[in-house]
């Protein structure tokens, strides 16, 4: 518990040194929060659109699909404010920085993985909710069990999203590259923007378990609406804890095998 609170306080510490960094370069936050915001509020009405002229999508109305689209956005926004600092990695091996991390009396795991937060991404993550929150008060029957069941789930997908940056970054020792599996990541998620009903099987099988894309932005969801099975949910749990478990023992075999391409 003492370790717990000693490493809550560095990212706390990193959390701060990080927003004060970001905040120097006003413009550029500007720019960023606005070109999110209109990426947003595109994808949002184009599939409102879609939606009001289908008037359901596999089954949901228009609010529900919303919903599972808001729900993307959350996830795909926290993940990427938490661990932005993976993105900046690549640079961080090959210029050997990351041997004084390494000597850090605090796991370097907690530095190159949630030592970089981004604000502008946490502040648009908390709009998100409040939008998400303000359609499902008019969704009947949404009892407090369903919305504890959708915290619960969401929790469950940003363990998946750490799973994966954590692999990641293991990935990265070994090769220095990092671009291309965020790339990959991110193109393989936003499948998850619409309900997975509509896609047929074995492709929609294939993304719930397989590429947990399910798991990670539907499950949540389909939670709140009542319509994971029992044993859906379990496996969804199972599974993304196993992957965290995974992605530590990769990350503990990348550093037995780094060499310090800075140096």
């Not at 604000?119 to 998400?132: F, K, R």
Request: charge should be positive; hydrophobic fraction near 55%; aromatic fraction near 16%.
């Amino acid at each position: 518990m003492n370790n717990l609170g000693k490493y809550f306080e560095i990212f706390w510490l990193l959390s701060r040194y990080s927003v004060m960094t970001s905040m120097q370069s006003k413009v550029s936050v500007a720019l960023f929060t606005v070109a999110k915001l209109i990426r947003f509020a595109m994808f949002f009405f184009f599939i409102y659109y879609l939606i009001t002229h289908t008037n359901t999508i596999k089954g949901y109305s228009a609010d529900q699909a919303l919903i599972f689209f808001l729900t993307f956005s959350i996830i795909d926004s926290v993940s990427q404010a938490l661990f932005r600092e993976v993105y900046r990695f690549r640079q961080m091996v090959i210029s050997g920085e990351l041997n004084s991390v390494l000597v850090k009396p605090y796991p370097a795991l907690l530095r190159v993985l949630v030592g970089g937060v981004d604000p502008m991404d946490l502040v648009i993550s908390v709009g998100y909710v409040c939008m998400a929150a303000y359609i499902l008060y008019f969704i009947p029957n949404i009892s407090a069990v369903s919305l504890w069941l959708y915290a619960g789930f969401v929790v469950n997908s940003m363990v998946l999203a750490a799973a994966f940056h954590v692999a990641v970054l293991a990935f990265a020792i070994i090769t220095t590259d990092v671009d291309h599996g965020i790339l990959i990541y991110r193109d393989v998620v936003s499948a998850g923007r619409f309900p997975l009903e509509i896609y047929k099987e074995p492709m929609r099988s294939i993304l719930t378990f397989v590429v947990p894309v399910g798991i990670m932005m539907s499950f949540p969801s389909q939670a709140v609406f009542g319509t994971l099975g029992i044993l859906q949910g379990t496996v969804g749990v199972i599974l993304s804890f196993g992957a965290l478990w995974l992605s530590l023992g990769f990350w503990r075999i990348a550093l037995r095998r780094y060499q310090s391409w800075g140096g």
